[in-house]
């Protein structure tokens, strides 16, 4: 597909990653449509005002996520304290980064299907972290489903000539990163084969090859600068 072409919703897109997707896209020339919606009922509405407003809809780059970490237990050494993470900690990471994700697809797919505009292409931001990431546990577990869930919607919507893809970035420079001391930065730094942190840019080029290869489809993309051989 052509960027130019690209009738697309970016979700996540207030800042970060997700304002680059949507900048580089409108750059392009596709219409995009830029929200961030968690809740069953308005991520319908959303989708309808966004097709409604672009005359169609051939594209989603699902990206909205949050972070919630901590440890699943833990024990303070000095007074023997456990904590625990407890179900809001757990469930505000599932509701937005997996359910919340898949409900989008759902309901921009049910529009690409009812219209006219033919091919479509869903790109879902999975992470690194889906391999297991100590303090992570709600966050793993919604980017490991999303990954899974890529290669079972490409199937599931193939015969709709829709294509669903995945990029897992590892790490990539955020506001807290930027906070960051520098010893701790430099550590992070060194842990990285290409000795640097990423970049929404270098995100950026994997969606647009998801979006332009048409022959790209059920499969995660890692970029992460080598971290993961």
Same mark, same amino acid.
């Given at each position: 597909?052509?960027?130019?072409? $690209?009738?697309?919703?970016?979700?996540?897109?207030?800042?970060?990653? &997700?304002?680059?997707?949507?900048?580089?896209?409108?750059?392009?020339?596709?219409?995009?449509?830029?929200?961030?919606?968690?809740?069953?009922?308005?991520?319908?509405?959303?989708?309808?005002?966004?097709?409604?407003? $672009?005359?169609?809809?051939?594209?989603?780059?699902?990206?909205?996520?949050?972070?919630?970490?901590?440890?699943? !237990?833990?024990?303070?050494?000095?007074?023997?304290?456990?904590?625990?993470?407890?179900?809001?900690?757990?469930?505000?990471?599932?509701?937005?980064?997996?359910?919340?994700?898949?409900?989008?697809?759902?309901? !921009?797919?049910?529009?690409?299907? &009812?219209?006219?505009?033919?091919?479509?292409?869903? !790109?879902?931001?999975?992470?690194?972290?889906?391999?297991?990431?100590?303090?992570?546990?709600?966050? !793993?577990?919604?980017?490991?489903?999303?990954?899974?869930?890529?290669?079972?919607?490409?199937?599931?919507?193939?015969?709709?000539?829709?294509?669903?893809?995945?990029?897992?970035?590892? $790490?990539?420079?955020?506001?807290?990163?930027?906070? $960051?001391?520098?010893?701790?930065?430099?550590?992070?730094?060194?842990?990285?084969?290409? &000795?640097?942190? &990423?970049?929404?840019?270098?995100?950026?080029?994997?969606?647009?090859?998801?979006?332009?290869?048409?022959?790209?489809?059920?499969?995660?993309?890692?970029?992460?600068?080598?971290?993961?051989?």
């Amino acid at each position: 597909m052509q960027l130019q072409d $690209m009738k697309i919703i970016v979700t996540g897109a207030a800042g970060g990653m &997700g304002a680059h997707f949507a900048t580089r896209l409108a750059q392009a020339g596709a219409q995009v449509a830029a929200g961030d919606v968690s809740d069953d009922g308005s991520i319908g509405s959303f989708v309808d005002w966004a097709a409604d407003g $672009m005359g169609g809809l051939n594209g989603l780059v699902n990206n909205a996520g949050i972070l919630r970490d901590g440890l699943l !237990v833990k024990k303070d050494r000095t007074s023997g304290a456990v904590a625990v993470m407890d179900r809001a900690q757990w469930q505000a990471v599932i509701d937005v980064n997996l359910t919340g994700a898949t409900f989008m697809v759902r309901d !921009v797919v049910a529009k690409m299907v &009812g219209g006219e505009l033919g091919p479509g292409v869903i !790109v879902n931001l999975s992470s690194l972290a889906r391999y297991g990431n100590r303090g992570q546990s709600n966050y !793993v577990s919604a980017k490991a489903a999303l990954a899974a869930n890529t290669a079972t919607w490409a199937r599931e919507f193939a015969h709709f000539r829709i294509r669903v893809g995945a990029v897992a970035p590892g $790490m990539i420079e955020t506001p807290m990163t930027k906070g $960051m001391n520098q010893k701790a930065r430099d550590a992070l730094v060194a842990s990285v084969p290409v &000795g640097r942190i &990423g970049l929404p840019e270098d995100i950026w080029l994997a969606v647009k090859f998801i979006i332009e290869c048409d022959y790209f489809n059920g499969r995660t993309i890692d970029v992460d600068g080598g971290l993961i051989m």
